[in-house]
Each structure stands twice: as structure tokens, then as C-alpha cells.
């Protein structure tokens, strides 16, 4: 080495110590100067020299002061950015020493003429991305989410290859600032880079959530699973945390709709919807898709059931039956809006509009809601009738003829809607009632969500039922006792079904029962069921073909038709019907029997042998009467729409035919010489008017009896 050189390695040495101890006792200036005059004589690479040079610059200076000031070194360029990238990295400046890193390969094209220069990118691309991910973590624990997004993409755009966590969490902070397709893109692409991952599904799943596309988003998470199930890793255990509500929602829609009514009018689509279609209803809704998909790791069973009952409330709807109502058939397969115009079919039309317009989904109505067609439909729909109304969420009660304009109090308590036999039972049953005009305006301007505590409604109510007003302001569904149901609803048309029950008689009344739920559940038919057109026509051709003196049937029918309704008056029920004494009366002994009733037989002329269930003992009691109540079947006033349109031997022939019919009969006993009781059978006491019967016993049996 020459004289020269040693001396340049002299004096860059001493220049170096300077600049360090000036450096020591926070020269900077001092330090500065010293280690740029060391890097001028220098003719090498220093890598340590540069490195201090550097490090002094970058104190107060920026990436690109420190790279103008080095071009005065006669250094390679990559040596430069190479040490300013290291040094800002190290002090954990790492965003800046990433933007030099890209000045640096925007300026040097040729990056890969060195293998050790492609290594030390690749080292200090692995650095930064590691640093940029824990600041963006970091950010995200602050909630700073803006900051989390640059420094994740920071790091995604050193390295975008295997970069799976990165995106996921990117696309977590994306979700959370609203910026819902670029999260959703995160999520896509890390499921492009691993397809048999189930984490880019979860993060997309949660994505759709966040967007509202829940429909999406539960298929996303049903691919999920099946790649956790698929997946050989220990990740396969996660698989326990994840649910599908979608039993559980079922579950609470059945149990929502089991005790509403077997057919509903669906405002929206304004078409009849059975069980079945009520509940697949819910499924198509957005918020279906949404309870499944926000509740694959935990169910919320309150939330569920609140949306499952608030989209199932139901509107029952009160009224005067009319000519020419849209019965099932007619509704059956279209909308109610496509019936043709008439004065029923635009009252139901008008009724689905509105309910519609107050936001409730479901509508009842009995006119095209009853297939009675359908026997045990029609049965099922006569005892449940009562729990339909208790159970729905309002009741509108549209008494016609009264208009807004013209309306003055006692309207209601003159209305046609007043002497209907179902009406008021429909009114106490219900909770909640709203009476409206002929034209849909509240009756008398009642301004509260329920009629039926409005005094002016509950007025005019007690003096159409008869009832004190206090009386009728209590009255609410659940009572133990039904009788004042059954007592106002008697006072109207001669109604009697509700007589058709089994079990334990109340104390009002022994025609009434005890408890209200004997009309929640489906009891064996005591009412003549309705007969076939074609098995009708076939009974009244035998008939008329053996029976000599048609006249008697006329008779006999003319006898029944003109006996009173029904009616109470001092706790007694005065009752029409066919009245058949009980001969021969006995109490059977059956071995190993524990139940809690005693069975009898007995016989009578017209009905033959007879079976009777019952917890009174009837050992000694005279005079037992079967009392067949159901005049109005009988009759054809219910099941027959076409019957006045017959001459009176047809109509008397259909009678015949029907009093041939099974019945329910009621047990009576006598009291007094022309009052009696009913004894309440544990079983329905199911008889039949014998062939062999003569038209003139089946006259004598026709009378009213007084029962307590």
C-alpha cells in the first residue's frame, strides 16, 4: 500500500473517531461534517461509515434529504438506499423506509444483477411486513381504522403473495369503515389463494352480514363448515362453535303458528296461505336469512321468537254475513283482488287493504278462511274459534250501514252487526277491537287503539247484550267461567254450538262448562255433520220412494221449524229440540277399571241402546231424558246456502235425511215437573235416529225444556 493510501485511511479514520465522539456528546453539526468529510476520501464501499452518515442525517432529516446529500459520495446507488431503507426500518420508521424502498426500485431498473442484492429485498420486504401488520394491528386495537387499512395495504403491496392473514384482517377494518366491496374483495381473494381454508369464508361470511346480503352469507357459512369438516388440521374442532339456527327459527315459527287459524289471507300477496305456506312465508323474508346467518355462533332466542311473532300477528275480521260472500272455493286459487266487483267481495278487498296499510301481514276472515266443504274443517274452525280471536293481535269490527258522515250514538247498539249469533262471542274473545264506518273511519271518532275500552263502545255493547256495563268491561279471554259468553251470544239467532262440549259443567249454568278449554281442543262432533250433495240426492230419492204419506215429513219438519230460539232468563236456559226418555237404565261394572267416571246403558224407542261416561252417580234417577239441540243443522240453515230455493217436500226429505244422521246428544235430569239439568258426560254420548222409527214418535218428541 502506498504512502497516499495510508494516509486517506489515516485521516478517514480519525475523521470517523471525531465524528464519534461529537456524535456521543450530541454534536450533531460536528459529527455530521466529520463523517461526510470521511465518506468524500473514501474510495470503497464503508457500509459502516455510510451507516453513521447516515443514521446522523436522518435525525432531523428525511429519506430524500439523506439521498441528495450522499450524491456528492462516489458511492453505488443501491449501497445508499440500501443503508438509508436498514436504518429506517430499525428505527421503526418503517412506512418511510417502505417509500424509499419503492423510490429505490422506480430509480434502479436492474434489480437482479447481484443474488445478494435480490436477498437483502427479500429480507427486508419479510421485515416491514411483519412491522406494517403489527402497526396495523395496533390501529385496529385503537380503532383507528383508517390508520389499520394503510399500514395492512402498505405491507400487502411489499408482498402480495401468501398474504391471507393480512387480507383478512384488512377486510375486517374494511367492514367497519363501510367500505363493504373492497372487504368483500379482501375475503374473495384469500379464498382464491386457499381454497380448502375455511377462514376466508368465515371472514366472507361476515362481509355479506355486514352488506345485508344475508342469503349470500348463509351459503357462505354452509361452505365454511363443509370445509371445516374436510379440513385434516386441528381446526376441525371449531367446528363445535358454529350453530344453524335454522331448526330453531322453524321450531318457533310451528310453535307460533299451531294455534292460529288453519287458513290465512296473506296481505302482501292477498292469496289464502295454509299451515303450510304460513310458515314457508317466514323463510322467504330478508330477515329469514338474517337471523341464520348473525347467529352461527350463538343463538338469540329472544330475538328470534320477537321477529317470528311480530311478522305472524294476525287481524281477525267481524262482520254481518251478506249475499253473495267470496267463499273458499272462490278464493281458493286467486288473489281477493281479482274477484269481481260486489258489495261482499269490495268489503273484503277494502278490509286487506287497510289491515295492510296498518302493517300487519295476516288477515282472517270466515267467509273465505272456512273450507265448509271440509267437515272436519268446518268442526275444527267451530271450536277453535273462540282461541282465534283471543289469540289474534286486533280485531275490526265493521258493523254496515253506518256511515262517518251521518253516524250518532246508538248506531252500534241498533246495528245488524248486534244480532249476529258469533259477534259478541268475537268481541270478548279478542283483546284488542277497533269498530269502523261503512266507510273505514273509526266509529263515532274513537281516538285509541282499543274500542273496547272506550265508554261510549262499551255503553252502547251493554245495552245491545243486556249486560251491565261494568260486567262487560271486565269480560276478557281466559275466564274460568264462559257463561256470560255463552249467555250473550245466546240471546242472538238461537246459536247453540257452544253447547258441544265434554267434561265438567259450570256453576251458572249446567249447559255451560267450567273451563274455557274445551274450545281450545278438537272434541269429538256432536253436531251433525253436513251430507254430500250426491249421497243426498241418493237418501232423498230412497226416502221419497218409501215413505207412503210425504205429508207427515212436511208436518214434522213445519213442527220444528216453528219452534222458539233458544234463550236465557234467570239463569235457566230455555231449550228447543228432540227430546227422548231413557228406559232401563244400568250401571256396568268393568273389571280393572281405575277411572274416574262410571259407565251406564240404557235404551230408548227412537235411538236404541245408549253408552254414558259421566262422574255423577245416576243409580236411582227417574226420567232421564237425551235432548237432541241442534236445530239449526237440521234444519239446513248452516251447511245448506241453496236450501230456501227448494219446495217444502225436498226441504223435509233433506231434514229427514239429516235427523238420520249421528249426533251428539245432551243428558238431562229432571229437577221438576218441567225443569231439568244437564249432567256433564265425560265422553261424547254419540246415538242415531233409528230407520225403524215412526215419523209420529219423532213428533212427539219435539218440545222445549227448561234447563238450570
Same mark, same amino acid.
Given at each position: ?12 479514520? =480519525? ?7 461529537? +456524535? ?11 463523517? +461526510? ?27 430524500? !434529504? ?44 436492474? &434489480?437482479? =444483477? ?18 406494517? !401488520? ?61 381454497? +380448502? ?22 351459503? =357462505? ?71 341464520? /346467518? ?17 311478522? @305472524?300477528? @294476525? ?27 260486489? /258489495? ?11 289491515? &295492510? ?20 274443517? #268446518? ?10 280471536? &283471543?289469540?289474534? /293481535? ?26 249476529? *249469533? ?21 266509529? #263515532? ?13 262499551? /255503553? ?77 240426492? +241418493? ?6 220412494? =218409501? ?21 236465557? *232468563? ?16 244400568? &250401571? ?18 227412537? #235411538? ?43 226441504? *223435509? ?39 225403524? *222409527? ?15
Amino acid at each position: 500500500m502506498g504512502w497516499l493510501a495510508k494516509f486517506t485511511n489515516r485521516c478517514i479514520l =480519525t475523521l470517523e473517531m471525531t465524528a464519534d465522539e461529537a +456524535s456521543s456528546t450530541e454534536n450533531h453539526d460536528e459529527a455530521l461534517a466529520a463523517y +461526510s468529510a470521511a465518506l468524500l476520501l473514501s474510495l470503497t464501499t464503508p457500509n459502516t461509515l455510510l451507516s453513521k452518515w447516515a443514521s446522523m442525517v436522518l435525525i432531523h432529516g428525511s429519506a430524500n !434529504e439523506a439521498l441528495t446529500a450522499a450524491a456528492k459520495f462516489k458511492l453505488p446507488r443501491f449501497v445508499i438506499y440500501r443503508v438509508i431503507c436498514d436504518i429506517l426500518e430499525g428505527d421503526g420508521r418503517v412506512t418511510e423506509a417502505v417509500e424509499c424502498f419503492r423510490q429505490m426500485q422506480s430509480e434502479l431498473e436492474d &434489480r437482479s =444483477t447481484h443474488d445478494w442484492r435480490a436477498q437483502w429485498e427479500l429480507d427486508f420486504r419479510g421485515r416491514c411486513v411483519e412491522k406494517l !401488520e403489527k402497526l396495523g394491528d395496533t390501529a385496529m386495537n385503537s380503532q383507528n381504522y383508517d390508520a389499520a387499512i394503510g399500514q395492512y395495504s402498505d405491507a400487502l403491496a411489499l408482498d402480495p403473495t401468501n398474504q391471507s392473514d393480512i387480507l383478512l384482517k384488512r377486510s375486517e377494518a374494511r367492514v367497519v369503515m363501510g367500505s363493504w366491496e373492497e372487504a368483500l374483495s379482501d375475503a374473495e381473494q384469500v379464498t382464491e389463494l386457499d381454497s +380448502s381454508s375455511y377462514k376466508g369464508y368465515e371472514r366472507k361470511d361476515a362481509t355479506l352480514q355486514a352488506m345485508g346480503r344475508h342469503s349470500e352469507a348463509f351459503g =357462505t357459512f354452509k361452505v365454511m363448515l363443509l370445509k371445516l369438516e374436510q379440513s385434516p388440521d386441528p381446526h376441525i374442532q371449531l367446528l363445535q362453535q358454529y350453530i344453524d339456527a335454522t331448526s330453531t327459527i322453524r321450531r318457533a315459527i310451528d310453535q307460533t303458528i299451531r294455534h292460529m287459524p288453519r287458513v290465512l289471507i296473506n296481505t302482501t300477496t292477498s292469496r289464502l296461505y295454509d299451515k303450510p305456506q304460513q310458515a314457508a312465508a317466514f323463510e322467504e323474508l330478508p330477515i329469514y336469512d338474517e337471523l341464520r /346467518s348473525s347467529m352461527t355462533i350463538r343463538l338469540d332466542h329472544a330475538h328470534i321468537w320477537r321477529e317470528v311473532n311480530k311478522f @305472524y300477528r @294476525y287481524v281477525m275480521f267481524s262482520h254481518r254475513w251478506e249475499h253473495g260472500e267470496p267463499l273458499f272455493q272462490r278464493v281458493e286459487n286467486i288473489s281477493v283482488y281479482e274477484l269481481e266487483s260486489s /258489495s261482499p267481495n269490495i268489503k273484503l278487498q277494502t278490509f286487506c287493504t287497510f289491515i &295492510r296499510s296498518l302493517g300487519f301481514q295476516w288477515v282472517w276472515s270466515d267467509t273465505c278462511c272456512i273450507d265448509r266443504k271440509d267437515n272436519v274443517v #268446518l268442526q275444527e274452525s267451530l271450536v277453535a274459534m273462540f282461541t282465534w280471536y &283471543r289469540g289474534s /293481535s286486533l280485531t275490526i269490527a265493521h258493523p254496515r250501514g253506518v256511515w262517518s258522515q251521518f253516524q250518532q250514538p246508538g248506531d252500534l247498539r241498533k246495528n245488524i252487526w248486534n244480532t249476529r *249469533a258469533w259477534t259478541l262471542q268475537e268481541y270478548i274473545a279478542a283483546e284488542t277491537v277497533q269498530f269502523y264506518t261503512e266507510d273505514w273511519k273509526p266509529y #263515532l271518532g274513537v281516538d285509541m287503539f282499543n274500542h273496547k275500552e272506550s265508554p261510549a263502545i262499551i /255503553s252502547e255493547m251493554q245495552q245491545a247484550a243486556g249486560v251491565l256495563t261494568q260486567e262487560l268491561a271486565v269480560l276478557r279471554p281466559g275466564l274460568e267461567s264462559v257463561r256470560e259468553k255463552l249467555y250473550l251470544a245466546s240471546l242472538r239467532s238461537g246459536e247453540v254450538t257452544l253447547l258441544a262440549w265434554t267434561g265438567r259443567a259450570g256453576s251458572y249454568n249446567t249447559c255451560l262448562p267450567s273451563d274455557l278449554t274445551v274450545y281450545d281442543q278438537l272434541v269429538p262432533l256432536h253436531v251433525p255433520q253436513p251430507i254430500e250433495t250426491a249421497e243426498m240426492d +241418493s237418501m232423498v230419492t230412497a226416502l221419497h220412494a =218409501t215413505l207412503p204419506d210425504l205429508s207427515q215429513v212436511v208436518m214434522l219438519h213445519s213442527r220444528l221449524n216453528e219452534l222458539s230460539s233458544p234463550f236465557f *232468563a234467570a239463569s235457566r236456559l230455555r231449550l228447543p229440540g228432540m227430546v227422548f226418555p231413557l228406559i232401563g237404565l244400568l &250401571r256396568t261394572l268393568e273389571l280393572g277399571s281405575n277411572s274416574d267416571f262410571d259407565v251406564y246403558r240404557a235404551t230408548t224407542g227412537v #235411538l236404541g241402546d245408549v253408552e254414558i261416561k259421566t262422574t255423577d252417580d245416576l243409580s236411582g234417577k227417574k226420567d232421564l231424558l237425551l235432548i237432541h239441540p241442534w236445530i239449526s243443522p237440521l234444519l239446513d240453515q248452516e251447511f245448506s246456502y241453496g236450501a230456501a230455493m227448494l219446495d217444502k217436500t225436498m226441504r *223435509a226429505l233433506r231434514f229427514l235425511a239429516r235427523l238420520r244422521q249421528p249426533f251428539g246428544a245432551l243428558l238431562l235430569v229432571p229437577l221438576s215437573r218441567m225443569q231439568y239439568r244437564r249432567i256433564a258426560a265425560d265422553c261424547l254420548i254419540m246415538v242415531q235416529v233409528r230407520e225403524e *222409527a215412526s215419523l209420529t214418535e219423532l213428533m212427539h218428541a219435539i218440545r222445549m225444556v227448561d234447563i238450570q
